[in-house]
């Protein structure tokens, strides 16, 4: 039998959440003055459940490494939020919702966990409504809706393209009304560097003043954790830089299951490499796909001329474009699934009709959508509709009032107006299906301790549908959490305060020192971003968008070698008692660095693929994901010692209610 246990509640799928918050344990009001919570991370999950658990009353310790929660990562999110509300009346429900989800994963996720996240999904708008956050109207004054890839409603709720911004100034301002109460103590500028565990249960961390140097310790009943993904192993990625794995990495050494390593969602539409100055890439919202066409020229010859200047895209006849998504996917078109429109995309470029210098860019074309916005427009006013160049300017404005923000930074990037020549995209590195493996009261392997959306595994299976990162989220943070938290504290009510003058306490403390000083006193002769570079080259190039055998097991002999490299030659200027941010980098990349192998060994093992795992042996004629029945379950993964001898555990998957079969977009 695993020893993995999910804690699903039985009884049908619609009624198991309802059931679940009715049979759990709960603390009374006067009780959750008693107990403490640590969160990490003040993102979009992090924030809205220190905002909620402080809400009802419990005294919340809340980290975060950056200067304010303001600048978490989910800032960055730009195109939406889903929610099953139907506004549009095209056919939405929660069961669609659900099943446009599990399918998205390709039927690699956890259903109940699934179900509850489409149920709830709609308490998220009425409640980012009520604290103010400006969403998209329609004319009438109702909340407008787009569609988003993957699915054939319109579910996704907007601000222009700065939803995360929007939705995390809401949960900022909630945290802020319980800071202000005293009920959130909140710790900004720290690092957590290990988790403390004592008896068995998460009772604190261990975290660095990032400003000062100095090592803390805190303690409390419960630790939560919602610290992101760790995409950043890949160097390039679309994360915020400082966006890292170490948070859930010393959790997993300290007991905490990693599940579906491999399951990396590469999006496709981001501002294209160019060169290996690059720090970073930048996301074009996946909303764009709304209104902009995706294609590469029919001819090498066009193609050619595009690179060597003599040629503008514009020139090119309607009938000598290939609009590779249209053709291969009539149904869906360009609002294909993430995983899908990526692998399309390098199969062209791959095949030589990359637009750009280094040959990896597709085009993603507004003329169309400016000129039918345009004659809408024209109707509209009673103008004339043969006009071009009214057409043309009425058009532009509606597009503008859409995407204004997104042209505006594509175009102060690549310094080209994506409203006169069509925008360059590549797919890139932009979030993490997997994580630290949780129950269905999102607890880890370690009781005690928690972990809530990017953070964790629980919701997207092997790829993520766009638009449904908020809402995983925010429906952790304000509507799952704050609940199953409950069940667990509900025996700590006599616990008293938790003593952080402990051996546990101590040995943690100890080797984080230890670890800082080996760092600091190294006198090696290469940056932190040296290895960080080459890491994200082998991760690239051997673990990207397509792999193989082969090329996953070099990967991991190439990272075991890097690591052991890094570790004897990296040089760390600085001491480690004023704010070092080469420290503070070292010690994320050395966990990169052992993340990265058991993520080739994870994708290695998988003999699949699976949405944003794609394996070379594993596909069909026409080169899409073939999947195998005897991989329907969750791969997590038990720490011991290091990520070679990593032990192997399942959690085999149920579908009850849902038919799984070939996930076709065609």
Known sequence: MSILDSKIPEGPLADKWTKHKNDINLVNPANKRLIDVIIVGTGLAGGSAAATLAELGYNVKAFCFQDSPRRAHSIAAQGGINAAKNYQGDGDSTYRLFYDTVKGGDYRSREANVYRLAEVSTNIIDQCVAQGVPFAREYGGLLDNRSFGGVLVSRTFYAKGQTGQQLLLGAYAAMNRQIGRGKIKMYTRHEMLDVVVVDGKARGIIARNLVTGEIERHSAHAVVLGTGGYGNAFYLSTYAMGSNVTAAWKAHKRGAFFANPCYTQIHPTCIPVSGDHQSKLTLMSESLRNDGRIWVPKHKKDVEAIRNGSLKPTEIAEEDRDYYLERRYPAFGNLVPRDVASRAAKERCDAGYGVNQTGEAVYLDFAAAIERYGKEQAYVKGLDVNDKKLVTDLGKKVVENKYGNLFQMYEKIVDQNPYETPMMIYPAVHYTMGGLWVDYNLMTTVPGLYAIGEANFSDHGANRLGASALMQGLADGYFVLPYT?????????????????????????????????????????????????????????????????????????????????????????GTDTEYNEELAKAGRVADFLELGELFAKDALEREESAGGHFREEYQTESGEALRRPEYQYVSAWEYKGKPSEAVHHKEELQYENIEVKERSYK
Do not use: Q
Request: glycine share 6%.
């Open 485 to 573: 938290i409950g069940d667990y504290l509900a025996h700590d009510i006599r616990t008293g305060p938790i003593p952080t003058d402990t051996k546990e306490f101590d040995e943690a403390e100890e080797k984080v020192r230890a670890d800082i000083d080996k760092f600091i006193t190294n006198k090696g002769s290469k940056s932190v971003d040296y290895f960080h570079k080459k890491l994200g080259k082998i991760m690239w190039n051997k673990c990207g968008m397509a792999r193989n055998e082969k090329e996953l097991k070099e990967a991991i002999t190439e990272i075991a070698e890097l690591r052991e490299e890094f570790h004897k030659d990296v040089f760390v200027p």
